[in-house]
């Protein structure tokens, strides 16, 4: 079985930082593709970052200049690196992989979520 699982979210004051993290474990062949998506109330699901399994990176507008997503594919896992948060920024923070399992078939999976708070 495969899990990811996130880490860091918080409440911070407007201009703050956080830093999530987000581990995959299980029966993991290869990840590909790993991301940052959020949600907040009443609101669509949206893309914060994704980044390859080669390095590439991808950013909403709204959070360029301000996150930075890593990862370490010895660890199988991806950070994102947020700085100069906003109240906008409030949401629920969840991490994806896209992978193989050891029996070589593609998922994509999801953690459970970890809340952000940024207060203004």
């Known amino acids: 079985q495969v899990q990811l699982v996130e880490s860091g979210g918080g409440l911070v004051q407007a201009g703050g930082s956080l830093r999530l993290s987000c581990a995959a474990s299980?029966?993991?062949?290869?990840?590909?593709?790993m991301g940052w998506y959020r949600q907040a109330p009443g609101k669509q699901r949206e893309l914060v970052a994704v980044?390859?399994?080669?390095?590439?990176?991808n950013y909403a507008d709204s959070v360029k200049g301000r996150f930075t997503i890593s990862r370490d594919n010895a660890k199988n896992t991806v950070s994102l690196q947020m700085n100069s948060l906003k109240a906008e920024d409030t949401a629920v923070y969840y991490c994806?992989?896209?992978?193989?399992?050891?029996?070589?078939?593609?998922?994509?999976?999801w953690g459970q979520g970890t809340q952000v708070t940024v207060s203004s």
């Open positions: 994806n992989a896209d992978l193989l399992g050891i029996n070589i078939v593609r998922g994509v999976y």
């Open positions: 299980g029966s993991i062949f290869r990840i590909s593709d």
């Open positions: 980044i390859t399994s080669g390095g590439s990176t």
